[in-house]
């Protein structure tokens, strides 16, 4: 019984050719634990030449062998994990050049080194991503070129399946890097062409750029001043976070407008009818860095059509100034070369003085909808100038000079005063332009009732935008405030006696 279970398990056996008494020809030999048959060519009782070799799990190779040896060109397939390979051996390893095509979709196609992608070769993953290139050790190594399935496009070095050294990377939206790389991230020097437009050139670490803009700067201060109905223009930087200008970086896209304090009303001590007023205003406040909120206001490029103006108007440091006295005829709206003076307690150059006398129809009566708001800017080398800037008459209806015109009556209701002994505000420095009731709107004496249309001197809001779209990196910049005070147009004295002359 022993003897029979022996030869069961020892139940080996060859069914061919035989010459002197050695395998030879061709065969089929069966190994001692069953789980091995070879089906194919021997030479001198080995197997060689082309033969099959198959494992009682399914798995199998088929191809050619020397001299007992799985070597030369053939096919393997492993059952269990569903891999197949056709190509070279040697030893019995995968070593040359070969195609292997996984269960998962996965599919190389070039060289091996004793089982392991080693040399050039293509390979599409299983997220149908390919790369085609260099590999050392089933990594990818060297130079290649790699396709992501987002339509991303990486030609450059690598290093052990990370990009590193010099490389270009073409992104799906249009963008473009091209410059050094370590640990998959842009690292070192390089240029980034954003598809919105930006361009920046210089340092990057991991994947940020080290001189890049981290916010925008609205030159000349917290406090820009003004005069009413005079251009002026607003110069904007980018900063990086140790506040140095971002020299390297083009492009970004800023906008620029203004807005009107809110008043601040206590809903314990308020008439119904003034926080009905609050209600009707639609737009979400604005928040400010200077402890209040604001709500839009319009703001407009002047359009100066055929007439030339003197495209030299300085940075927002200080007060605009109008024009000398008489020394601008009555009936233009610009003063004449080189007529400039400084604005009182300006320690900056001043900008185009004077009050155009074709603004007196615009500002009279025009439609909100004529008066556009001034263009975006594009940053060239970290900064950005917004010019001919006006305030626009408000729109028909403005809550905010609602509010502040029955603010003002009902403060003056207790007071014995006659109507039209309206007290002025002060637009000092030290004036109440930060009181709980948020007006800072001076008033006319000489006026029983102020024009709705009217752009009121005061204290306005400037805000300056990143607009860039797509942001550039997926991050847009905070937005810049500056407080802007209006003061009332200075009059011409000569301009009112040509007046005075043309009327006899």
């Known amino acids: 019984m022993a003897d029979v279970k022996k030869q069961i398990r020892n139940s080996r056996y060859y069914v061919g050719g035989v010459t002197n008494l050695t395998r030879n020809g061709f065969g089929v030999y069966v ?11 021997w030479s001198k009782g080995e197997k060689h030449g082309h033969g099959k070799l198959l494992m009682k799990d399914g798995s199998y190779y088929e191809g050619e062998f020397d001299h007992g040896e799985i070597e030369g060109n053939g096919s393997r397939f492993w059952a269990k994990t569903g891999v197949s390979y056709s190509g070279q051996f040697s ?29 050039n070769g293509c390979l599409l993953d299983k997220d149908g991503q390919t790369y085609e290139g260099s590999f050392h050790q089933n990594k990818r190594h060297g130079e290649g070129q790699m396709h992501y399935r987002n339509g991303d496009q990486y030609e450059g070095g690598w290093l052990l399946d990370q990009q590193q050294g010099h490389g270009v990377m073409r992104f799906g939206d249009g963008s473009v890097y091209e410059g050094q790389w370590r640990n998959n991230l842009f690292n070192g020097q390089g240029t980034m062409i954003h598809c919105s437009g930006i361009i920046y050139e210089g340092l990057w670490t991991n994947g ?19 005069f009413q109905e005079t251009p002026f223009c607003v ?5 990086t976070e140790a506040g140095e200008k971002a020299t390297g970086e083009n492009g970004r896209v800023l906008q620029i407008s203004t807005a009107i304090r809110l008043c601040d009303l206590s809903p314990s001590t308020t008439p119904s009818s ?18 209040f909120q604001v709500v839009s206001y319009p703001l407009m490029e002047r359009a100066f059509g055929s007439q030339i103006f003197i495209d030299t108007a300085a940075p927002l440091a200080v007060a605009a100034v109008a024009a000398k006295s008489g020394s601008a005829q ?28 074709d603004l007196d129809g615009l500002f009279a009566g025009q439609e909100e909808d004529s008066t556009p708001p001034p263009a975006n ?13 006006l305030l626009a008459p408000p729109p028909h209806d403005f809550i905010p000079y609602q509010l502040m015109d029955e603010l003002k009556r009902n403060i003056k209701k207790p007071s014995n005063r006659a109507p039209t002994d309206r007290p002025v505000l002060s637009q000092d420095k030290n004036s109440e332009r930060r009181s709980s009731t948020g007006s800072c709107f001076t008033s006319n004496t000489k006026k029983s009732s102020i024009d709705s249309r009217s752009v009121r001197p005061g204290e306005y809001v400037i805000m300056v935008k990143d607009v860039t779209n797509p942001p550039f990196q997926g991050q847009t910049l905070p937005p810049a405030f500056a407080l802007l005070r209006l003061f009332p147009a200075k009059t011409k004295s000569k301009n009112s006696q040509t007046d005075k002359t043309k009327s006899k």
Not at 208 to 221: C, D, M, N, Q, W
Not at 377 to 389: D, I, P
């Open 274 to 291: 003034l926080l009905k007023m609050m209600e009707d205003i639609k737009e979400t406040p604005i928040p400010t860095p200077f402890g």
């Open 377 to 389: 800017q594009r940053v060239e080398e970290g900064q950005a100038k917004f010019k001919n800037l």
């Open 235 to 239: 110069e904007v930087q980018l900063q």
């Open 31 to 41: 190994y001692p634990n069953s789980f091995f048959r070879y089906e194919g060519e």
């Open 208 to 226: 940020r750029p080290l001189g890049g803009a981290s916010k925008v700067v609205i030159e000349g201060g917290d406090v820009l001043e003004v």
């Open 330 to 357: 009555a009936d233009s709206p610009l003063l004449p070369e080189g007529e400039w003076e400084s604005g009182s307690g300006s320690d900056g150059p001043p900008l185009v003085g004077g009050t155009p006398s």
């Open 91 to 119: 030893g019995g390893e995968l070593h040359g050049c070969g195609v292997m095509q996984k269960g998962n979709g996965e599919r190389y196609k070039g060289e091996f080194s004793y089982g392991l992608r080693d040399g």
